[in-house]
């Protein structure tokens, strides 16, 4: 096959062009460097079978020769970023969408949007199935990443429904591993950084909000599955093992072997306070359900941030 991966400079984009590559399939990879990173797609370079674009995808796309799919994964979407990014996380979402779509659609490919959790919101519903549509505040300051994911499924679906587009939602929960940013601002992220550099870990609230943490290669394995042989209904990948984040906080400490304290600071607005997907969709049509518990990721994940300059 032949692909187009928009984000593929990105921690997930890059992971699952990797992916494709090893599958034997040619990538074609699309990123504009707002948040992705040259140096996650270095060892790419000279791949007979990977050619990069970079480009803005919220501008028309233009791909010359034949496509097999168009796999979306082009926004900012950790919280530091679509907050400072709210304009461009909002135009990706909804321009960026349209353009692969139409993208899509001109070249007869499948089409698989990345989407997110944060759809459900601050959910009412645990753990939360497909069918939940979510507890969201429009205007608060996390809206401009949750609508903009909301219409991006919206408008995957008209295309499906009115073009006949063959079309994947991935519903992706809280992702780690390497090639995350040190300072994404992102849970898991921020523990390892603050432990290695032993500063204080600073937890939000009283830590029992709740999350579920996917290591990527689980996560990259539920997509590509979901691409080859999922239907056009939204799919939850991640993992439903959930801890809170106080218990998150006292595994990295463990794992880094850090004198760092925790530090509480109030609880940001519209965060969620509990966050598990219901996977029965994932293990139904797709046979797949997480495998990499939580500490070994999180032992993978440390010697990555090990290595880098932080």
């Known amino acids: 096959m032949r692909v187009l991966i928009t984000g593929a400079a990105g921690f997930l984009g890059s992971h699952l062009t990797d992916r494709f ?19 996650n797609i270095a060892h790419l370079t000279g791949h007979p079978r990977f050619t990069f674009h970079q480009h803005d995808v919220t501008n028309f796309i233009v791909v010359p020769g034949q496509l097999d799919g168009v796999l979306h994964f082009a926004s900012p979407a950790s919280p530091r970023d679509y907050l400072e990014l709210p304009i461009q996380t909002l135009k990706v979402g909804s321009l960026g969408t349209h353009k692969a779509l139409g993208l899509a659609l001109a070249k007869t ?17 645990h753990p939360q199935p497909e069918s939940y ?47 995350m940013r040190p300072h994404d601002g992102r849970v898991v992220s921020n523990f390892i950084v603050q432990a290695l550099k032993h500063e204080p870990l600073t937890v939000y609230g009283d830590g029992s909000q709740s999350r579920s943490f996917t290591y990527v290669d689980d996560l990259i394995e539920g997509i ?18 959930e801890f809170t984040v ?22 940001p607005v519209d965060d969620p306070k ?15 359900s997480p495998t990499i518990p939580l500490v070994d990721g999180l032992t993978k994940t440390i010697e990555y941030f090990r290595g880098v300059g932080l």
């Open 133 to 179: 549509w979510g507890n969201v505040n429009p205007v608060g300051p996390r809206g401009v990443y949750d609508e903009a994911k909301r219409f991006a499924e919206a408008i995957t679906m008209a295309y499906h429904r009115y073009h006949g587009v063959d079309t994947r939602i991935v519903r992706i929960f809280n992702t780690y591993g390497p090639r």
């Open 21 to 39: 590559l090893a599958d034997g399939h040619e990538v074609v990879g699309m990123d504009n460097f707002v948040t992705g990173s040259q140096a």
């Open 224 to 241: 590509t599955r979901l691409f080859h042989r999922g239907t056009h209904e939204p799919t939850n990948i991640g993992n439903d093992q």
């Open 274 to 288: 509990i966050r598990q997907p219901d996977l029965t969709r994932a293990r139904a049509t797709l046979g797949w």
């Open 109 to 125: 490919a499948r089409f698989l949007l990345a989407s997110t959790s944060e759809v459900y919101g601050d959910p009412l519903v």
């Open 246 to 267: 106080q218990q998150l906080a006292e595994q990295v400490l463990t794992l880094t072997g850090s004198s760092s304290k925790i530090v509480r600071e109030p609880l």
